[in-house]
């Protein structure tokens, strides 16, 4: 038997004094993981007090959605997009920085894909 993860997770960490909110996106995403996460980042944006928050998005694992949770993923970028300062996406395939590039139509803050996980935070801990 073969098993195939897939889901978004969430949660917060802590490089130095910064703190990031942190998503790892695994598999190919559904409707149904953006129905049981999108209520949690949700009430994890609604807590937190920062003008502008920096995110960091682990997509090395991604491979892609489904067609309803690419609209899932579109919607719930919308509804925050105001809320966030830097968005930096880590990620392993040439298709991911292109939608990050499509993405930064849609994003208030900054958004900046990266190869090196290192590059990625040192780029969210410098001040603008």
């Given amino acids: 038997m073969q098993i195939k993860k897939h889901g978004l ?3 917060m960490q802590r490089i130095d004094e910064d703190f990031f909110l942190y998503l790892e996106a695994i598999g190919k995403l559904s409707h149904e993981d953006y129905e049981k996460i999108s209520p949690l980042i949700d009430s994890a944006l609604e807590g937190i007090k920062d003008q502008e928050i920096k995110v ?5 694992e991604l491979e892609g959605w489904e067609i309803r949770a690419a609209w899932d993923d579109f919607k719930l970028c919308l509804k925050h997009n105001s809320e966030f300062g830097k968005i930096a996406i880590y990620g392993s395939n040439d298709w991911q920085e292109k939608l990050v590039k499509i993405g930064s139509w849609f994003i208030h803050g900054e958004i900046k894909y990266f190869d090196d996980i290192n590059d990625a935070y040192i780029w969210l801990k410098e001040n603008n």
Avoid: R
């Fill in 56 to 60: 960091f998005i682990d997509a090395s």
């Fill in 9 to 11: 997770s969430i949660g």
